[in-house]
């Protein structure tokens, strides 16, 4: 029997909901797994330093592992509608100055790599006359409680921090999605799967047919993971799960197509273009062996 590929990824409920068929052996045709459930701070370490088979990792931290890594056409994050946000206490966010109030505060961020803060960095160096003050980086889940406490002045929140961020009592200073899709018309990229470019173009091509056909199985058959995905979900409402999967598992997430990879071109374009990432050579974003896929264009919003 072929030896089981490695895959890295987040605990939470998109992840493991999308994930779910090919890791639990519902896919007879799809490679062997063995799973790892870590934050994506960590993951984007490990593909920097070529640890593993296939890894969930931020587009922001794509431009660094691209001479090892190859981007899948699917299995990612990236949609409309589910940016990451920018918190403060409602007395540090409502005097009417906006985001200048942020000029010289402590910040707290999931990652430095990750494709939050690019956004953040990138909006924040129109929008915040001086910049920011120091960065923390932050596990997503202490981020709001850090702020509520006043450890920082403001957080930067991603994933389910957009459906409960009122319940520590913070105030939404500013959606780092809905500035993207203003600026740009397009789907907000966020996370996405890499696998190792010395597996070859056939198994490659295995690989990302096992993702998009679990990426299927989890839509067409949703009550199948959900003991899988609420072990994982740290206490995360029922409702909220649910909300926060119809939010990241989307027509993108079973297709980049053309909108997708357009979007990710633009986002690391400009970023390389302010000097935040490396740039990207014409055609490293090609899924090996295929160019990239014709996989459809879309003009709206992706599905739930």
């Known amino acids: ?45 490990l593909a920097e330093r070529g640890a593993g088979d296939l890894l969930k990792i931020s587009y922001a931290a794509l431009p660094y592992v691209l001479d090892e890594y190859a981007l899948l056409p699917c299995g990612g994050a990236l949609g409309h509608g589910c940016g990451p946000l920018v918190l403060t206490r409602p007395e540090d966010g409502q005097d009417g100055s906006g985001p200048a109030r942020l000029a010289g505060r402590r910040v707290a961020v999931p990652g430095v790599r990750s494709t939050a803060y690019l956004l953040f960095r990138l909006w924040a160096a129109r929008a915040v006359p001086g910049g920011v003050g120091d960065i923390v980086v932050l596990p997503f889940h202490e981020i709001m409680p850090a702020v509520r406490d006043g450890a920082v002045d403001a957080g930067l929140v991603i994933h389910e921090a957009r459906f409960t961020y009122q319940h520590y009592g913070l105030h939404r200073l500013a959606d780092m999605g809905e500035e993207w899709e203003a600026a740009t018309g397009r789907p907000i990229p966020l996370g996405a799967i890499v696998a190792r470019r010395d597996l070859g173009d056939e198994r490659l091509r295995a690989v990302a047919r096992a993702a ?68 990207v050579a014409p055609g490293a974003l090609d899924f090996p062996g295929a160019g990239t896929p014709p996989s459809g264009k879309r003009s709206g919003p992706p599905g739930a």
């Open 1 to 45: 029997m072929a030896q089981r590929l490695t895959l890295a990824h987040s605990p939470c409920p998109n992840d493991t909901f999308a994930f779910h068929a090919w890791s639990h052996g519902l896919l007879p045709e799809a490679p062997g797994l063995a799973v790892t459930l870590a934050d994506i701070d960590v993951t984007n370490g």
């Open 212 to 279: 998009a056909d679990s990426v299927r199985f989890a839509r067409d058959n949703p009550s199948a993971s959900r003991p899988y995905v609420l072990e994982h979900a740290q206490e995360m409402a029922p409702d909220v799960i649910e909300r926060h999967i119809g939010l990241y598992v989307n027509d993108y997430t079973a297709a980049l197509g053309e909108d997708g990879y357009a979007a990710v071109r633009e986002l690391l374009g400009r970023a390389a273009a302010e000097g935040l990432v490396p740039p």
